[in-house]
Nanobody, 121 residues
Framework: QVQLVESGGGLVQAGGSLRVSCAASGSILAISRMGWYRQAPGKQRELVATITHDGRTTYADSVKGWITISSYTAKNTVSLQMNSLNAEDTAVYYC???????????????WGQGTQVTVSS
């Protein structure tokens, strides 16, 4: 069984910075991609950023320039550094990973429980 555990969320003032991290654990053979999504109150979950095992990144247009995703492949972790936060960034941030647990197993998308990020104006 694979678990994704997020950490680092919290309350930050507008204009401030925050870093959230996620660690994947369990019977993991390989991870092809990890990423972050967020869901604000009353809105659908949306992509923030992803990173592949070989370092290729994808960002939502709305966060380009002030959010950076990074990963530490050897430890199956991914982090999201967020700068210049504003109230619109308030959301639950979810970690996701495309995981394979065995040679005969398909790639499976796994999700963390989410971590709350609140930006006060």
């Amino acid at each position: 069984q694979v678990q994704l555990v997020e950490s680092g969320g919290g309350l930050v003032q507008a204009g401030g910075s925050l870093r959230v991290s996620c660690a994947a654990s369990g019977s993991i053979l390989a991870i092809s991609r990890m990423g972050w999504y967020r869901q604000a109150p009353g809105k659908q979950r949306e992509l923030v950023a992803t990173i592949t095992h070989d370092g290729r990144t994808t960002y939502a247009d709305s966060v380009k320039g002030w959010i950076t995703i990074s990963s530490y492949t050897a430890k199956n972790t991914v982090s999201l550094q967020m700068n210049s936060l504003n109230a619109e960034d308030t959301a639950v941030y979810y970690c996701a990973a495309s995981v394979r647990v065995g040679m005969e197993s398909p790639w499976t998308n796994c999700w963390g429980q989410g971590t709350q990020v609140t930006v006060s104006s």
